[in-house]
Structures are given as structure tokens and as C-alpha cells.
């Protein structure tokens, strides 16, 4: 079942959030939320019965967003952002939709640049550590190349003193808040 089904389903169902972001069942009970650690983020989810004996988790944030927008929150290119950056806070004020770039800016500037960062590395920290080994160890950038197949620019950038993405550290931007 898709996610979006199973949003639909809960609420169907009768399924809700209240205001300090808890689920109910439609008899009133407060639903024992799991976290799904699958993902990167971590959100608040529960699971329902799709009534041929199939279970299918409802993301809570998505159930809000549901709840509060209806259909426009499954909208192709609308993303469920949480304005705090806070994946645990479900209150529906909290919620809100937007693009996927208003999401991305609702992380503070350092996280931004650290996810950026592991999006665009090809190699592991590990990996990175082995090079400038072996290169500290006298190996020349020619046979590194040759034997991990790693072009010499980025051989060059990963063995520089400011290969920030091998690192991940970050100078705070001048006035950044956050």
C-alpha cells in the first residue's frame, strides 16, 4: 500500500491528531507510536490493518498534513515540512507544506551544508583517510590513481588540507543564526 493510501486510510478510519501532535484511534484511544529508522530523518509512525490482513505505517506528520490541507498535501513536488526542523514535533501548527526547497531551508545552514556535502561525495570517509595514508606513506598521486581509479582532481581536492566535504566541518557563515 502506498503511503498516501495509508493517510487516507487512517483518516477514513477515523484516525486523528490532536493539537499536541498525539494520535487517536476512532474509540478514542491514544495510539503507542514507533520511530521509523530507515531513513535518514526519523519520523513518528503507526501502523493500521488494511482489512485483508495487511498492515501498512501512516507517517503522523503526513496524517496532519492530511488532516490540516487535505488532498493538496499529496500534490506532486509539495513536500510535508515541519517548521521547526523538528521531526518529532506533530502539532498542527507546526506543519506546513511547501517546496522541496522551503524544506531544505528549514534545516539551520551547517546541517544544509553537511547533507549537501554527503549528497555529492562519492567515497567514503574511510576511503578518503586510506588515500591520504598511503599518499603521507610516499604513494604517488600517479599510482593512486591507477590503483583506485579516482581521477587526479578529485585525488587532489580529497588530499588537500580543505577538502571540506571529506570532513564535514564547517565555518559558521558570518551573521548566520542558524
Known sequence: MKLTDAVRLAFAKGYRVNQQGNVF???????????NRSSETHYFRFNISDGNGKTAPVAVHKLVAFQKFGEASFTPGVHTRHRDNNSFNNRPENILLGTPTENSLDRPVLERRKHAAKGFQKHTAETIAMLRAEHANGVSYKTLEKI?????????????NNAKRTTFTFAKPHGAER
Open 148 to 160: 583506485h581509479k579516482i581521477p587526479r582532481s578529485t585525488l587532489s581536492y580529497y588530499l588537500s
Open 25 to 35: 484511534s476512532p474509540v478514542g484511544r491514544q495510539r503507542r507510536l514507533q520511530v
